[in-house]
């Protein structure tokens, strides 16, 4: 069964630290972009970054700066780094997987001031 599983959420103060996994199964992910979203409560489901199939990377003007991704194909894994965390990063953090068109379940990324 196809699936993308996001991990490594959690709390942390303003300016901290947290590492994003995302990892697939049933699919052929060497052949997918990945993307990253969020959504805050009450708010639409935002744009963060992609990590391309030949590990380019973009963001979101929101984030640049502050955010790395990578990815490790062996472990069909995308990891999203994120660094000098805002308040305003609070979210629940999605992938999503391109040419297979797979969503994972989202992990919460909460930032305390």
Do not use: H
């Amino acid at each position: 069964q196809a699936q993308l599983v996001e991990s490594g959420g959690g709390l942390v103060q303003a300016g901290g630290s947290l590492r994003l996994s995302c990892v697939a199964s049933g699919i052929i992910f060497s052949l997918n972009d990945i993307k990253w979203y969020r959504q805050a409560p009450g708010k639409q489901r935002e744009f963060v970054g992609i990590v391309s199939t030949d590990g380019d990377t973009t963001f979101s003007d929101s984030v640049k700066g502050r955010f790395a991704a990578s990815r490790d194909n062996p472990k069909s894994t995308v990891y999203l780094q994120m660094n000098s965390l805002k308040p305003e990063d609070t979210a629940l953090y999605y992938c999503y997987a391109v040419r297979s068109s797979i969503w994972g379940q989202g992990t919460q990324v909460t930032v305390a001031s």
